[in-house]
């Protein structure tokens, strides 16, 4: 038997890069391995839903979960690790406010399956194959995790404890984290454990901000190169960096990026889209309605734009789907 406190890892509606961030920590993961008794992390490790079912409620000090609720089967383990765990953490923007797969809010089961399995252009299906909660395999009847037609935040499905936010969170504040459980350190519950501070506070570029900001057109970055060393919003390129927490070291702006938004809003925000709608209307430089709409029809996909990471973790949660036939 081993008195070390024991550690979950899941993985939920995610691309696996969160899995990635827990793998650079390059050597300390070893020290975080000395220090703790992993007993799920289905990434690396070969645990079986059994043998967590087999622990006792609470034995698990902390879950660690990344990616958003999307499958019945999803929402089964996390409530599984609620019970079995004294801590969850939500580890990155899809278990934190839905992130990319959110997105997917805009749409519902039965158009994402037309779109995946019918009308992609690489769709092969004249079989008209779709994704079944139960199938024959060998004469023997085998159930299959259901798709549902919302994604939802972790805390949308079981009780949060602590979130660790960006895509991915960076090593530094996981580590900071694991340190901070590991010595009982921790902030009070419901924290986001990265600072309450704004890009902007922390930006190696806000010194060429602006005092007034005054946009007639919204550049985009597929098309032109931002100044490296010049505000993104200054020239026109939208960076959600007033609406978004730090606390991500600024990867995205030192690559030359607007910030997208990844890390959330600040404390006391409800909705990370409409603070950062809010911050850039203010700056859009005209009265006149019709050259407003102009200068707003340039901003590419608003939606994608404002709500790239936290359309489910919104007050919107999604949008309203119109209901089509399954068709071939
Ligand atoms: S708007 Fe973006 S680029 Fe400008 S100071 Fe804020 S975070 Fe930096
Ligand atoms: S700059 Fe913005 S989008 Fe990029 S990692 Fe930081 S919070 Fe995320």
């Known amino acids: 038997m081993t008195s070390k406190p024991k550690v979950a890892f899941y993985w939920c509606a995610s691309c696996g890069g969160c899995e990635e961030t827990v793998v650079d920590l390059n050597e300390d993961i070893l020290k975080v391995v000395a220090a703790v008794d992993i007993v799920l992390w289905p990434v690396a490790l070969d645990f079986k839903r059994r043998d967590i079912e087999a622990l006792s409620d609470g034995e698990i000090a902390v879950s660690f979960i990344n990616g958003a609720v ?5 929402e089964e383990w996390v409530k599984l ?9 939500a580890f990155g923007s899809c278990a934190h406010l839905g992130g990319i797969p959110s997105l997917g809010n805009t749409a519902n089961r039965e158009l994402i399956f037309q779109r995946k399995y019918m009308t992609v252009p690489t769709a092969d299906n004249s079989a008209k194959t779709f994704p079944c909660v139960s ?3 060998d004469g023997h009847e085998l159930d299959l995790p259901s798709f549902y037609d919302t994604v939802k935040t972790l805390d949308q499905t079981i009780d949060v404890d602590y979130y660790l936010p960006g895509c991915p969170p960076p090593t530094s504040l996981v580590g900071e984290a694991v340190r901070a459980i590991l010595e009982g350190k921790l902030p009070e519950r419901g924290a986001v454990l990265a600072p309450n501070k704004s890009q902007c506070d922390t930006c190696p570029l806000n010194e060429t901000k602006p005092e007034k900001l005054a946009i007639r057109e919204f550049k985009r970055v597929a098309t032109s190169a931002p100044d490296p060393k010049t505000c993104f919003l200054a020239q026109g390129y939208i960076c959600l960096g007033p609406a978004t927490r730090s ?8 690559g030359n990026m607007p910030c997208r ?3 959330g809003p600040m404390d006391g925000v409800l909705d990370q889209g409409a603070k950062a709608l809010s911050a850039i209307a203010s700056i859009i430089d005209s009265n006149d309605p019709e ?3 102009r200068i707003i029809n340039t901003i590419e996909d608003p939606l994608g734009t404002f709500y790239r990471f936290s359309l489910a973790g919104s007050l919107l949660r999604g949008s309203r789907v119109v209901e089509t036939k399954r068709g071939g």
Do not use: A, H
């Open 135 to 137: 199938t024959l395999v």
């Open 70 to 74: 999307r499958l019945s089967e999803q």
């Open 81 to 89: 690790l609620r019970q079995k765990s004294q801590l969850i953490v």
């Open 247 to 254: 606390g991500c070291g600024e990867r995205c702006i030192r």
């Open 291 to 293: 050259e407003i709409n």
């Open 261 to 263: 938004g990844c890390f």
